[in-house]
């Protein structure tokens, strides 16, 4: 696929689904995850295919809020993140890291999860990441968020974090937006949050 200069200005949007299909192509992780990792449990993955993946995260885009934003330059889709209420993602309830933060209790529509980030392999480390979720960001709160979550990866404390990690973004890259780190539990992998302004919980 070819894209544009990735010096060219990075506009982003709600996703949709012709585009994430454009994006996630037919080769590498994407095309295989589809980014339903955390919306499906072990015994659920294991018994699907990435077509079946595929159709799960198509049919997402029915029946609510796109699951995710998109970035573009040149009208091409170059980034995507994966945004949902934290209820949406059933891996989560059995995670080590929220498990160990003592935070798997914690549901409702309120609370919003980043999931997930793809870039463009020729578009990385410009500033694509840093606008997703700024998009992200707007995404949750504009459609029923009081507060968004993240599970990032510290690479200043996991120096050895593998290509699967860094999908979950870098904890200096929600730093950088404003969130906090609420658990520090599992080395390397905090749990961070951002409140809405003005938000009860």
Request: glycine share 8%.
């Amino acid at each position: 696929m070819e894209h544009g200069h990735p010096a060219s200005k990075i506009e982003t949007a709600p996703a949709t689904w012709a585009a994430v299909e454009e994006l996630f192509g037919t080769k590498g992780e994407p095309s295989r995850c589809w980014c339903r990792w955390f919306a499906l449990t072990g015994n659920d993955w294991a018994g699907t295919s990435p077509g079946d993946r595929r159709e799960l995260l198509k049919s997402s885009f029915q029946t609510g809020p796109a699951p995710g934003v998109l970035a573009f330059r040149d009208g091409r889709p170059v980034g995507w993140c994966a945004v949902e209420p934290r209820a949406k993602y059933p891996r989560l309830k059995r995670s080590q890291v929220l498990r160990e933060a003592g935070l798997r209790s914690e549901d409702g529509l309120d609370l919003w999860a980043v999931s997930c980030f793809v870039v463009a392999p020729n578009h990385r480390r410009t500033g694509v990441s840093s606008a997703l979720l700024a998009a992200a960001m707007d995404h949750a709160f504009n459609n029923g968020a009081n507060v968004i979550e993240a599970y990032p990866v510290d690479t200043d404390h996991r120096t050895k974090a593998t290509a699967s990690d860094l999908f979950h973004g870098t904890l200096s890259l929600f730093k950088a937006a404003g969130f906090s780190s609420v658990s520090e539990s599992v080395p390397g992998r905090p749990v961070v949050r951002l409140k809405k302004r003005g938000a009860a919980r």
